[in-house]
């Protein structure tokens, strides 16, 4: 569980991807499907990207990922 620097919305990492709820935990999105594994997950400071590690398959390595929080502009930094 991560909360935005503005404690309106927090992540949560479930068994498909990473939830983004307001904080009455109304209007979830579902950010990031298929990817496995994901923790370490923390949002920027300005409250527009979050950051965490996750793997593409249960054999492969994580990778450090960052996502806009509405959902767009998924990067693998490190793809290895």
Known sequence: LAWS???SKFS???AEGL???DRNRSNQIQLIPNLFGISNFAWSADGKYIA????VSRQAP???YTIQSDGTNLI???QS
């Open 5 to 7: 620097p503005d404690g």
């Open 12 to 14: 949560i990492a479930i």
């Open 19 to 21: 939830l983004l709820m």
């Open 52 to 55: 965490f590690l996750a793997a």
């Open 62 to 64: 994580p990778n450090l």
């Open 76 to 78: 693998n930094l490190t």
